[in-house]
């Protein structure tokens, strides 16, 4: 039965994955050619409507990573392996997924009771009993986005986590955290971004969750000494969306957009000279 499981995720995965690649290359290749245009436009006119283009693809390009994860994880924990809440049986489809992500991130296996095992280390020391997600996964409900420090690698890490049930009962959760400094440097990567260009997201509790910056992350934007930066960052998460500036280290301009999927607000932009 593992082997058959094993052999279903494979294909599945690797499915996902060829399609996921085709929607990258066609939206990294848009956005690359967008930003490298942006970069000679500083009007807020043309800011607006070039920036549009690539604050689209950020959205899609780091959505799209984390909705692909979800996706692979309700896979496993459909499986009979899964469902008996045996390590044992379930670590070999995990290590699957830690394969895919290399080590931007960890995968793990919880227990109701919150003890937990990851791929990397075994049964831990630790208990998730006590983060705010975990009631939600023992509830059935999947989580997506929630930005902790890992109790297990202590890097800033978005989780993304699904329950696993067994006759209409949850009997445990898999998870992976996605490590989100190391997102940040893969997601600028991808998308070929110019070295002036700013991008940042952050979550309703005022963290970063990626930035073009990774040593910015999990910082509060509203604690760095500008004024300008904290009512600005505070008008952006009042609103779904809009084009705003402040001064940090220079002016800037950026265009954000609030994600349905993961609740974080996106934004780009570039310093502007005045």
Not at 89 to 97: F, S, V, Y
Not at 112 to 135: A, E, H, I, Q, W
Request: with cysteine.
């Amino acid at each position: 039965m593992l082997i058959v499981s094993l052999n279903v995720l494979n294909l599945a995965i690797m499915k996902k994955i060829i399609i996921t690649l085709a929607a990258l290359i066609i939206s990294v290749g848009s956005a690359t050619a967008q930003v490298n245009k942006e970069c000679l436009v500083l009007n807020q006119s043309g800011l607006v409507f070039e920036a549009n283009v690539a604050l689209s693809s950020l959205i899609t390009i780091t959505d799209g990573h984390i909705k692909s994860i979800a996706e692979k994880l309700a896979l496993v924990a459909a499986t009979s392996e899964a469902q008996t809440g045996e390590w044992r049986k379930i670590k070999p489809l995990l290590t699957l997924i830690q394969k895919d992500e290399g080590d931007e991130s960890t995968v793990w296996f919880a227990r109701p009771d919150g003890s937990y095992y990851s791929v990397d280390l075994g049964l831990t020391d630790k208990n998730l009993k006590d983060r705010s997600y975990f009631p939600d996964l023992m509830a059935g409900k999947a989580t997506v986005g929630h930005l902790v420090i890992s109790k297990s690698t202590s890097e800033v890490s978005a989780i993304i986590a699904v329950p696993i049930k067994k006759s209409g009962k949850v009997t445990g959760a898999l998870g992976l955290s996605l490590f989100t400094k190391k997102l940040s440097v893969q997601i600028k990567e991808k998308m070929g971004l110019a070295d002036n260009v700013v991008f940042f997201a952050l979550n309703s509790d005022y963290l970063t969750v990626i930035n073009f910056k990774p040593e910015r992350v999990f910082l509060n934007p509203e604690k760095q000494d500008s004024s300008s930066m904290a009512k600005a960052m505070e008008e952006m998460i009042s609103r779904e969306q809009g084009v705003i500036e402040y001064d940090f280290h220079g002016v800037r301009r950026i265009i954000f957009r609030k994600s349905a999927y993961t609740g974080w607000w996106y934004a780009i932009g570039l310093p502007v000279n005045k």
